[in-house]
């Protein structure tokens, strides 16, 4: 069983930054996808962004302002989130996929507000 420990998230004011971290409890180069949903109050879980092994997939809602990155000897994804607007508030999870099968971290909660 895959388990993920979140970190990061927390208040800030409009155009700061955060960075969030999702350590695995394994191995992560074996994961054909890891990478960041969100979901705010009422809405659907929707991607932020996704790391492949041959590239990334960001939302375009998020496309130049946040920034996914991994470090496999640190079993680690990153996401970077720069210029964070009011509307980026959501719970944001961590996401993996091996084999089709997913994997979902606890989440860790965004919120922007001055």
């Known amino acids: 069983q895959v388990q993920f420990v979140e970190s990061g998230g927390g208040l800030v004011q409009p155009g700061g930054s955060l960075r969030l971290s999702c350590a695995a409890s394994?191995?992560?180069?074996?994961?054909?996808?890891m990478g960041w949903y969100r979901q705010a109050p009422g809405k659907q879980r929707d991607l932020v962004a996704r790391i492949f092994s041959w590239g990334t997939e960001t939302a375009s809602s998020v496309k130049g302002r946040f920034t996914i990155s991994r470090d496999n000897a640190k079993n680690t994804v990153f996401l970077q989130m720069n210029s964070l607007k009011p509307e980026d508030t959501a719970l944001y999870y961590c996401?993996?996929?091996?084999?089709?099968?997913?994997?979902w971290g606890q989440g860790t909660q965004v919120t922007v507000s001055s």
């Open positions: 394994g191995s992560i180069a074996n994961f054909d996808a």
């Open positions: 996401y993996a996929r091996r084999s089709g099968v997913s994997y």
